[in-house]
């Protein structure tokens, strides 16, 4: 099976640099993803890694390293529309997707 | 695009009842995956359709199960409902070729059995 750990919360300033750890044990790993959720609404797609090293999208960025069963998502210039529950999230190669938990992101002024 | 639209947006239900949830996929995507997900949790993976075929599945009893259509919507249908259930149901598409498997998911049907 498939287990992932994340922090629960995390607290930030406007125009800080946050970043979120996630741990992963599974079976048939094939890739790490990143999702971002606003008030149980939709979760919307941030980025995939399926190679160790880092992508990069405008001011997120997310890393990983296989060897470590490990990855990260980096916030950068923090917004207050950046509050919201974020998802670590493996790809496995029997299709299926497990997400952690989630970590709650506040961004106060 | 139209992105993917899930219907309804809330449902309430008593125990021991059927309940059917419809999804409309992205247009283009050929592989649709449902989710369930209770307050304060990460989504969990029900099962995976592609090409109408179910190619995933996740932890959940057979009275969970699910169609996909050959325009590529899809159904969620869960029997013998249980006070458990209560939950947000979310539908994800992808295009299962595309390398970075991102998934476009729906804003959800949030369930509540009574």
């Known amino acids: 099976g498939q287990s992932l750990e994340q922090p629960s919360e995390v607290t930030a300033v406007e125009g800080a640099i946050v970043q979120i750890n996630c741990t992963y044990q599974t079976s048939g790993f094939y890739g790490l993803s990143w999702y971002q959720q606003h008030d149980g609404g939709a979760p919307t797609f941030l980025s995939y890694n399926a190679l160790d090293g880092l992508e990069e999208t405008g001011r997120f960025s997310s890393f990983l390293s296989r060897s470590d069963s490990y990855g990260y998502l980096l916030l950068q210039e923090l917004q207050m529309k950046d509050s919201a529950s974020y998802f670590c999230?493996?790809?496995?190669?029997?299709?299926?997707?497990?997400f952690g938990a989630g970590t709650t992101v506040t961004v106060r002024a | 695009e139209t992105g993917v639209t899930q219907s309804p947006t809330h449902l309430i239900k008593t125990r021991g009842q059927q309940v059917t949830l419809r999804c409309s996929s992205q247009s283009g995507h050929n592989t649709v995956s449902w989710y369930q997900q209770a307050l304060g949790q990460g989504p969990q993976f029900i099962f995976q359709?592609?090409?109408?075929?179910?190619?995933g599945r996740g932890n959940f009893p057979p009275r969970f199960s699910g169609l996909q259509f050959p325009n590529y919507s899809s159904e969620l249908n869960v029997n013998a409902l249980e006070l458990d259930d209560s939950a947000l149901y979310l539908c994800?598409?992808?295009?299962?070729?595309?390398?970075?498997?991102?998934?476009?998911f729906g804003s959800g049907t949030r369930l509540t059995v009574v």
């Open positions: 999230a493996v790809r496995s190669n029997d299709y299926k997707l497990s």
């Open positions: 994800a598409s992808s295009l299962l070729s595309v390398a970075n498997y991102g998934y476009t």
């Open positions: 359709y592609y090409r109408e075929e179910e190619n």
